[in-house]
Nanobody, 125 residues
Framework: QVQLVESGGGLVQAGGSLRLSCVASGRTFSDYAMAWFRQAPGKEREFVAAISYSGGTTYYTDSVKGRFTISRDNAKNTVYLQMGSLKPEDTAVYYC??????????????????WGQGTQVTVSS
């Protein structure tokens, strides 16, 4: 059974930083691309960042480029999202997800077959 468990969310002031973690189990972690999505109240789930199975390629939505960094440690079955210069508009539930696909930009929720339960990030102004 595949499980993805996020942690690291919380309340932070604008301009601050947080690091999210997602630990995966149930299949060979290094065979799958990983991503972070987020969903704010009343809005659709949106793509934030993705990383290829090897970690060699990363993708970001424009609004987080230069502020967020996605990384992975295949030895620890963990993907991270380092978030800096946080803004109130970054407030959302953040989800990690796992994709079995290759050769895509990983921006669509339909590209992912397993999701975590989410972790709340709240940025105060």
């Amino acid at each position: 059974q595949v499980q993805l468990v996020e942690s690291g969310g919380g309340l932070v002031q604008a301009g601050g930083s947080l690091r999210l973690s997602c630990v995966a189990s149930g299949r060979t972690f290094s065979d799958y691309a990983m991503a972070w999505f987020r969903q704010a109240p009343g809005k659709e789930r949106e793509f934030v960042a993705a990383i290829s199975y090897s970690g060699g390629t990363t993708y970001y939505t424009d609004s987080v480029k230069g502020r967020f960094t996605i990384s992975r440690d295949n030895a620890k079955n963990t993907v991270y999202l380092q978030m800096g210069s946080l803004k109130p508009e970054d407030t959302a539930v953040y989800y990690c997800a796992s994709s079995p696909l290759y050769g895509t930009t990983y921006r669509r929720p339909m590209d992912y077959d397993y999701w975590g339960q989410g972790t709340q990030v709240t940025v105060s102004s």
